[in-house]
């Protein structure tokens, strides 16, 4: 390309090296660490896969029962950590509640500015253990109930459940949940873990990069995309609905919430491992709410890909899943995070093992240069 080349959007740059994640649109596969993320998905629990992106390899057992004795330390959340909380706004959005206390966790570390490889795993560690009972505490505070302290008999998933309800669904219910997890971990650079490793690259601290990265992922065109699907699927209301629905939004040039992708333009190598579960949730829940919603989602997906061509992205499983799940709609994207932690962690590792600066140039289209003239002989623009 030629040097003085906009690339809008940084759409088909290449920024960096990475060998946590790769993305190949070409034949429809994402392998975390060189493993397909749809066999990571059924074949491992999440607790593995974060081990695995922070590692590089799939844990041992002992591995990973070391990595779940100190997660299981760093549960629970500090009294202050609470009263701060205590004091949200009734009105704000759990993305915003959950970033202030990302960064209220990194104010409370003594050793935030630890950037050595040991330091920044514990770090990361820290915040994988502490943001679902954030999440659970902010969504019980909202509800008027007092939070719930986190169970240390119980795994990764359970726990968050456990954690926001005061009890652990049946194990299908959870698989998809993990499942989730497994599949929102990472994503090579998107928008908001290029935000953490840009906020890494000036050799800030992790606690920053991941306040960053939450900012960049609450956006409807990134994470915030589950949310708008779910509020989609209600507004669709009923499967007699669904088609006509969609024609008259494709009509009116809508963006349809949780379809297309900047990377993926033949489908989301995530979409049938998560439909998948969600499926089979539906069938285990069985309920009319939820059957309704599985063939809505089933219509919704059918005539997008029949009419455009443009095909559904994770959110789109994820969303009514989550719902299905019991949680809120203004949760989905907070529970991103307490996957994508994993990623964004791994990727400031990353950047700091060999950092360069992240600094693009412009391309100035304002005013041409010129001179500063005396207050009183300025005159207004009309
Ligand atoms: N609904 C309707 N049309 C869509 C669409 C959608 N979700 N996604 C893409 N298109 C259309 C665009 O309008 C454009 O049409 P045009 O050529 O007639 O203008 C064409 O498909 C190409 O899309 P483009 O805008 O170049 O894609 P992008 O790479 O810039 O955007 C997204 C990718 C994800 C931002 C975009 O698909 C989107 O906004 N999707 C909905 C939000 C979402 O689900 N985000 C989660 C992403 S994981």
Redesign the pocket.
Known sequence: MADNEVKYGLAGVVADDTAISKVMPDINSLTYRGYKVQDLATKCRFEEVAYLIWNGDLPTQTQLDTLNVVERKERGLSRDLHDVMAKFSSHAHPMDTLRTAISFLGQEDPTTDDSTPGGLYKKSVRMYAKIPEIVAADFRRRNGKAPIAPDPDLDFSENFFHMCFGEVPKPEIIKCFDISMTLYAEHSFNASTFTARTIASSTSDIYSAVTGAVGSLKG???GG?NEAVMHMLTEVGDPDNARDWMLTALKEKR????????VYRSGDSRVPTMTDAYKKMVDVIDTEEAQKYWEISRILDETMVGE?G?YP???FPAGPSYYLMGFEIPMFTPIFVISRITGWTAHVMEQLASNKLVRPLSNYVGAPQRDVVDIASREEKK
């Open positions: 409807p065109l990134h995309a963006k349809i919430m949780g379809f297309g992708h900047r455009k443009i992205n994770l959110d």
